[in-house]
C-alpha cells in the first residue's frame, strides 16, 4: 500500500512537471542592436515542438498596399498559403515584382484604387520591387508559425499562448548582418523564463 502511495505521489510530481513544461505562457522577445539600442520592424518568429499544426491566422489585413510610392507595411508576416492584396492607393501606377526564391512573380502595371492578388505557398522572406519606381523596398515575411510578430519601437514583441519546452526564435531583418538576414536561437520556454533579449548586427 505505502509502496502504491509512493508511486502515485511520484506520477503526479512526474504529470505536474509535464504540464507545467507544456503549458503554455506570454512570451516577450527584446531585439536589440549592437550597442543595445532597439530594432524596430524586426520579424520574431518562435517555433515550438508542442504548438498545433491548425490553421494559421494573424489579426492585421493580409495587404501590402502601395501609397506615396512606398509599400506600406515596409514589412507584413503572413502565414504559409495566404493570399496577399496589392492596393495601389496613389495617383500612380505600380507593377510590383519579386526576383525571391519563395516566390518569382510580377504584377503588370496597375492604377488608382485598383488592386491585385498574388498566393505565398513557400515559407522565407520575399522582397518586393516595383518596376518603375526603384527606391520602392518592401518584404512579407511567409511564416509557418501562429507565434510571430514584429517588434515595436522599443525592440518588443509580445506572443501569447506560446507552448513550454523547446522552442527556436528566429529574427529576421532585411540589414541583419546573416545569412538570408535572419538569425535562430534555441530557447527553452517556461513560465519562469519567458523574455528574451537577443543581440543582433546590423548592416
Ligand atoms: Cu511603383
Redesign the pocket.
Known sequence: MKRLAFALAGLLVLTSGLLQAAAPVPVRVQIVDERGMPVRDAVVEILSSGASTGRISFPWRMAMA?KG?QFVPGTLIVARGSTVAFPNLDRVR??VYSFSKPAKFEIELYGRDQTRTQGFAKAGTVALG?N??DQ?RGYIRVVDTPFASKTDANGYVALDNVPGGAAQITVWHPRLRAPAGELRRDVSISGANNRHKIAVRLR
Do not use: D, K, L, V
Open positions: 502601395q510610392e505600380h507593377s516595383c518603375i519606381h520602392m
